[in-house]
């Protein structure tokens, strides 16, 4: 436009189409900056010289890209006004008005849906960018909370376990202690206990800081199954050895088959709870009961006469509060309490499907 106003001689025009020019370039700046400001300005500008055009252009395609679309529109509206008012004043021969309109309005059109599509692309893009890093925190995040919750499972299992055994230990060497007058056989059943227990603690002992060593999550799963109600027998036959006075009310015995996870959670908690009347009431009688069926559940009560020093070793009870959860995870439940007379009862209810 500016060679065309040269060549028409038309000094005045060409100083306003070079003013204008300037002006133009000038709001490209304030356009990155403020992109509705800048296209409105460049949309009035635009209405007295063709020269703003390429401005006024990009102020539609950058608005569109980076604002709301309501935003956008406008400047486009207001882009397209100033091109109908320029080509009144500033006709082209060789282009009819209406062509010239249609064709002016085609094209901001075009560049305000290029810039949307462009901006919703951007958009998308981000979006997805976005829930793919989520979903990746998200799976790390499982991960370490499966690892953490298999350690806590390892864990228990180790507490379960050492506890019974060093208390077994505690009962064969308390009774060696205050019988050194016992019958050699006598002492050497009680040796004979301390030597398996210590055994069987060690091996124990070593599978499961094993375990605890390995970083990986999927190496922590190939755990030993662990005991299940086939082996309660001879854990109550241990007991025995070590001096504990154990009666067992027990409707299952021979065990009928049980789901491996109910076998497990059953013998943890009757484990447990020898342990904790071993520890806490030390030579009172213990009365271990059983009884369930498939579909109704299992039942598991013990009971022991409490001692004037019951809380004296005290404990922080963590025993009885991982069976209570332990419990849970299987969907049955752990109670406790002492009545009346000073007997300490617990009573475990699991479920049991047909």
Do not use: C
């Not at 692309?121 to 995040?141: G, K």
């Not at 016992?182 to 050497?188: G, Y």
């Not at 999927?218 to 001096?243: F, H, I, K, N, W």
């Amino acid at each position: 436009m500016l060679w065309a106003a040269t060549r028409s001689g038309s000094t005045a025009l060409l100083r306003t189409d070079v003013a204008l020019a300037v002006a133009a370039l000038a709001l490209v700046p304030v356009t990155i900056r403020r992109p509705e400001v800048g296209g409105v300005l460049a949309g009035l500008l635009v209405a007295l010289s063709p020269v703003v055009t390429p401005v006024a252009s990009f102020a539609v395609l950058f608005t569109a890209r980076s604002r709301p679309f309501r935003q956008a529109s406008t400047v486009t509206v207001v882009g397209v006004v100033g091109e109908a008012v320029q080509a009144v004043w500033r006709p082209m021969p060789s282009l009819p008005y209406g062509w010239r309109l249609v064709l002016m309005a085609a094209a901001y059109a075009a560049l305000l849906g290029w810039g949307t599509w462009a901006q919703a692309r951007h958009a998308l893009l981000s979006a997805l960018r976005d829930r793919a890093w989520r979903a990746e925190q998200e799976q790390e995040r499982r991960v370490v909370e499966a690892r953490a919750a298999e350690r806590t499972r390892i864990a228990r299992e180790m507490h379960d376990v050492l506890a019974h055994r060093l208390s077994l230990l505690a009962a064969a060497a308390g009774a060696m202690e205050y019988r050194p007058d016992a019958p050699p056989e006598r002492l050497s059943a009680a040796a004979g206990v301390i030597r398996a227990s210590a055994h069987h603690a060690l091996d124990e002992l070593r599978e499961v800081i094993t375990l605890l060593r390995s970083d990986d999550a999927e190496a922590s799963t190939d755990a030993p199954p662990g005991q299940t109600l086939a082996d309660l027998p001879r854990l109550v036959a241990e007991a025995r050895a070590a001096g504990q006075d154990i009666e067992v009310d027990d409707p299952l015995n021979p065990p009928v088959e049980v789901p491996p996870a109910l076998g497990r959670t059953a013998y943890r908690i009757a484990q447990e709870a020898l342990t904790n009347a071993r520890k806490h009431a030390a030579g009172q009688p213990v009365m271990l009961a059983l009884d369930g069926a498939p579909g109704a559940g299992l039942s598991i009560a013990v009971s022991n006469p409490t001692t004037a020093d019951s809380g004296a070793t005290g404990g922080a009870g963590t025993g009885l509060i991982g069976l209570a959860e332990r419990a849970t995870l299987t969907g049955g439940r752990v109670t406790h309490h002492i009545d009346a007379s000073g007997r300490f009862h617990l009573t475990a209810w699991l479920p049991w499907p047909r």
